[in-house]
């Protein structure tokens, strides 16, 4: 069992570029989610999904866009990166959403736009 | 609004016992989650808590007071492999997590 996975691990950026990252998840889960952190801050939801097709947004949306195709695949895309994205990014996922759901994370991207 | 504060780092010695607290304001509750991150790495789940008092689990244990919004995490026999962030995240009535931004522990030999 892979978990999650994401991809890339590392990424650098020009201003006004685009990209695309990558979260797969093998277990089966309905609810899929996108973070951001930042040092001094706690983690920060980007967009969410609570199954295939659907997307929602979280705390910090601006700037991003989600696609869910496929219940185990979860995209996270910039189209027009800034270096306020600057940023380590995490996927996770998880079964559902009542109170004792807990979260599996991806490995993270570190993501640096200049 | 709701708000998460947790001590920002704390050193501690190898084999000794250390105790992270978490005071929260969230909108509603529906249980409060510890997990663990290394550096570089991704957070991964340590405890969840709903009812108050101490939910104990090996070397780590954590406690819940709903009426005082208040948690803490304990580790005890400290282990170098315990350095790491401890991140500490209730859960609104929305079922959303709310993150504080972590404690770093860093443990001495």
């Known amino acids: 069992n892979a978990g999650v996975t994401q991809t890339p691990k590392f990424r650098v950026l020009k201003t006004g570029q685009s990209m695309t990252l990558l979260c797969a998840q093998d277990?089966?889960?309905?609810?899929m989610y996108w973070y951001r952190q930042d040092p001094g801050m706690g983690l920060r939801l980007i967009h969410y999904?609570?199954?295939?097709?659907?997307?929602a947004k979280g705390e910090v949306p601006d700037g991003y866009n989600v696609s869910r195709l496929k219940k185990q695949n979860f995209l996270l895309g910039l189209e027009s990166a800034a270096p306020s994205q600057t940023s380590v990014y995490f996927c996770?996922?998880?079964?559902?959403?009542?109170?004792?759901?807990?979260?599996?994370f991806g490995s993270g991207t570190q993501l640096s736009v200049l | 609004g709701q708000n998460i504060d947790q001590p920002t780092e704390m050193t501690a010695t190898e084999g000794a016992i250390v105790q992270i607290n978490c005071t929260y304001q969230?909108?509603?509750?529906?249980?409060l989650f510890w997990y663990q991150q290394h550096a570089g790495e991704a957070p991964t789940f340590l405890s969840y808590?709903?009812l108050d008092g101490l939910e104990e689990k090996g070397r780590f244990s954590s406690f819940l007071s709903r009426s005082k919004g208040y948690s803490y995490l304990l580790l005890k026999e400290l282990q170098m492999k315990d350095s790491a962030s401890y991140l500490c995240?209730?859960?609104?009535?929305?079922?959303?997590?709310?993150w504080g931004a972590g404690t770093k522990l860093i443990i001495k030999p």
């Open positions: 277990m089966n889960h309905e609810y």
């Open positions: 999904s609570v199954g295939e097709g659907t997307t």
């Open positions: 808590n709903v």
């Open positions: 969230t909108s509603g509750f529906n249980g």
């Open positions: 995240a209730p859960m609104d009535s929305n079922y959303q997590l709310i």
């Open positions: 996770a996922s998880s079964p559902g959403r009542t109170e004792n759901e807990k979260l599996f």
